[in-house]
């Protein structure tokens, strides 16, 4: 029997997510799932969510809750974590809206520049609890981490812990894979394709097309105008959610149904993208808001009004949706812990785990996203040529994570200072240590612990 415990499953979104990818494995049948969450309340809500579904379809899964996770874990073979701290959103804000006002242009508050400080901040020290309970309850267990800011706090992890288990998985990389097949013209079967880079931050290494071997990029660079200059991005998604009142689910692995959608600004979300794209002739995976957090240029060159109504958009899809279990596949860990498992190799499009040389250039200690083979023996990084122009964007991180990590391990103010410093967002100098110390002041209980 496998023992799958998830950690913050009273969160009902991230609960049914995932107990849905397990309930439709034909590998996980007989699994023991623990629901673990500091709100034992909420996550007896999930678990009766949970029960009702088995009930109703006649499974064999078998789902607890466990607020004691010492408990939870004992025995686990797979832990799965999806944690926030304090009110998500007004958090957020601070993140974003404080450190503009002390002159920083960042474009965005979640995982790069100043406001993916703060976050790392406060989010990275309950997650280094957590796994210092795993490595003393349950040492050989692998975990899965989809909390933000994934590429400094796998990178913290992974310091505090050398040895541990622990990947991150973001569903980022299908904002890529879903436009590649309409894009070439080809069945999905066709089409290969890596990315390597920080989360949230890489690009498209190579693209080939099966049948015939033959690279595929340059025609990815040829149709792009045509293809992505014409495709809705949030501003229309969000307007036409308000003419229309459909909400569409735009998180995960599946194809999303935008035929709703009939006017669109060109190249709508995906200004700075272009930018990358002609200037330095890689396809970025993703959308301006999370590209364009780890550039100092960026806030020159990005739509804004995309930005900001996919701030908008989420925060009131979130807000508004219920939801609900269904036995298919909307994220990556479970074909992972499927493969593993049964031992059957694939290859996975992106994991969150220490560089170890797969990319040039960035230090073996850094956490990039790159694609990986996965078999019986755990989950193993494939080296990916990234331009060397994105390189050069990509090493501008390095000083940032290493003084993040080192100031959240040492508990050092004077350390999160530096890291504001040296981060290439910011470019001012007057006030730094004043914002550090209103954002303490603002987010307290959460960053007491610096000193």
């Known amino acids: 029997m496998t023992k799958i415990v998830l950690v913050g499953a009273g969160s009902l979104q991230f609960g049914a ?9 034909a590998y996980l049948e007989q699994a ?18 949970a029960n009702a579904f088995i009930s109703e379809h006649g499974l064999k899964q078998a789902v607890r809750v466990e607020s004691d996770l010492a408990k939870a874990l004992s025995g686990a073979d797979f832990v799965v974590i999806s ?13 974003w809206k404080i450190p503009q006002q002390y002159g920083i242009g960042q474009v965005y508050g979640e995982n790069g520049g100043p406001g ?4 790392s901040l406060r989010i990275i020290p309950p997650i280094l609890e957590i796994c210092s309970q795993v490595m ?14 994934m590429s400094r706090i796998t990178t913290t992890v992974h310091r505090a812990y050398p040895g541990i288990k622990f990947i991150g998985m973001c569903h980022e990389i299908a904002s890529l894979e879903r436009h590649l097949a309409p894009m070439l013209e080809q069945p999905r079967d066709n089409i290969h394709y890596r990315a390597g880079g920080l989360n949230h931050f890489s690009v498209m290494t190579d693209v080939t097309y099966v049948d015939s071997g033959k690279s595929a990029y340059d025609d990815v660079r040829a149709r792009a105008e045509s293809y992505f200059g014409a495709q809705p991005g949030y501003s229309e998604i969000l307007e036409a959610s308000r003419c229309t009142g459909k909400a569409v689910d735009t998180e995960g692995w599946m194809d999303i149904d935008l035929s709703h959608v009939t006017e669109i600004r060109p190249w709508s979300d995906r200004w700075l993208f272009k930018v990358i794209l002609d200037r330095f002739g890689a396809l970025p995976i993703t959308y301006d808001s999370h590209f364009g957090e780890y550039i100092q240029w960026a806030h020159d060159c990005s739509d804004h009004r995309g930005i900001l109504d996919f701030y908008t ?5 979130l807000g508004n949706v219920t939801p609900r279990i269904e036995a298919k596949l909307h994220e990556r860990v479970v074909p992972i812990i499927e493969g593993m498992i049964t031992g059957n190799g694939y290859e996975e499009a992106a994991v ?13 200690w850094i956490a990039v996203e790159v694609p990986a083979n996965v078999d019986g023996s755990g989950v193993h990084g494939i080296s990916v040529d990234v331009p060397v122009g994105i390189r050069g964007l990509l090493s501008n991180q390095i000083g940032v994570h290493n003084l993040i990590t080192e100031a959240i391990l040492q508990a050092k103010k004077d350390l999160v200072v530096q890291a504001l410093l040296v981060d290439p967002v910011v470019t001012v100098s007057r006030g730094i240590p004043e914002l550090v110390d209103h954002m303490i002041a603002e987010q307290r209980p959460w960053l007491d612990y610096l000193n």
Do not use: C
Request: glycine share 6%.
């Open 17 to 25: 997510g995932m107990l849905g990818d397990v309930f439709q494995s």
């Open 32 to 49: 023991e799932i623990i629901l673990n969450d500091i709100n034992e309340a909420a996550a007896k809500r999930t678990q009766e969510v």
């Open 83 to 95: 944690i926030e701290v304090g009110n998500r959103f007004a958090l957020w804000d601070m993140d």
């Open 116 to 119: 993916g400080l703060f976050h």
């Open 136 to 149: 003393e309850h349950a040492p050989d267990a692998t975990i899965f981490n989809y909390s933000n800011p």
């Open 313 to 317: 958009y989420y925060r009131s899809y």
């Open 352 to 364: 969150n785990i220490p560089n170890a040389g797969f990319i040039e250039d960035l230090p073996d």
